[in-house]
């Protein structure tokens, strides 16, 4: 079985990297980075405390977190005995699809995790909501300084301005909000009254009701416990982009 997996086995395309970890290619080696094709002529290099996940055509994946060189052969015969079904092996398949082969200008785009003094809690970044109501809830500066909630759609427009001088927190009713459904927005809180306004926000997308139980299947693959906190960014990402372009198609 492992043999004619093998021999019909195409490339595979490094999903996500953290630590170093190489690509060798004859006498040449180069860093590992999301969007390299590993071909029969490669091999792939961890070096201690790293770790690369590989995934291939019919959405398969594969984690790799022991040091040492591997051939393209050894990572076609784990890739087969490690491969996983069901709703994992769907999205990854679209992820090499879509990601990979159509959307060529988004391999460099990597997780935003912002650092410093923003407000914002929740929604994090990316977040698809798959409820009727949702809150905005933020950090209270110090000094009992009031806070301005902003909120815009995907054309820039203002859908939500508002200032909350003793609230950590907004309960959105979607309906009753004028939130549409396949849409992305994004927020942002900051100090009211701030002369330097922060132009640091995080998307959300509302999801329509008919495919909420679609997406909640994928969501649950960020409570994998063997995810690193980067790849489950990366993966939070990945299936937040699935489901913008879904929508804009439609």
């Keep these: 079985m492992i043999t004619s997996y093998v021999s019909a086995q195409k490339n595979f395309v490094v999903y996500h990297v953290a630590g170093n970890v190489n690509i060798i290619s ?14 029969k002529n490669n091999s792939l290099q961890i070096k201690q405390g790293a770790s690369c996940m590989l995934i291939e055509e019919k959405g398969k ?3 790799v977190n022991t040091p040492g060189n591997y051939t393209f052969e050894a990572l076609q015969k ?37 650092r410093g003094d923003e407000l914002m809690k929740t929604p994090g970044d990316n977040t698809i909501i798959i409820a009727d109501a949702f809150t905005f809830s933020w ?11 902003v909120v815009l759609n995907k054309n820039d427009e203002k859908v ?43 998307s959300f997308l509302i999801a329509d009701k008919k495919h909420r139980k679609e997406i909640l299947k994928e969501i649950k693959l960020l409570q994998d416990k063997k995810l690193s906190g980067k790849l489950r ?7 937040f982009l699935k489901w ?5 198609g439609n």
């Design 233 to 239: 960014l990366q993966v939070q990402q990945d299936i």
């Design 160 to 202: 939500l301005d508002t200032v909350l001088k003793t609230s950590g927190s907004l309960q959105i009713d979607i309906t009753k909000n004028n939130f549409l459904p396949g849409t992305v927005y994004k927020w942002k809180a900051e100090e009211s009254g701030t002369r330097q306004p922060k132009e640091k926000y995080f």
């Design 61 to 63: 994946s594969l984690q």
């Design 139 to 149: 950090k209270k500066p110090a000094g009992k300084i009031p806070v301005r909630l």
């Design 78 to 114: 784990m890739m087969a005995n490690a491969g996983k079904e069901g709703v994992t092996q769907k999205f990854f398949s679209y992820v090499y699809e879509n990601l990979f082969e159509k959307h060529e200008e988004k391999l460099s785009v990597t997780p935003v995790v912002f």
């Design 244 to 248: 913008e372009q879904f929508y804009l």
């Design 26 to 39: 004859g006498n040449k080696t180069a860093a590992a980075k999301r969007g390299d094709i590993l071909t």
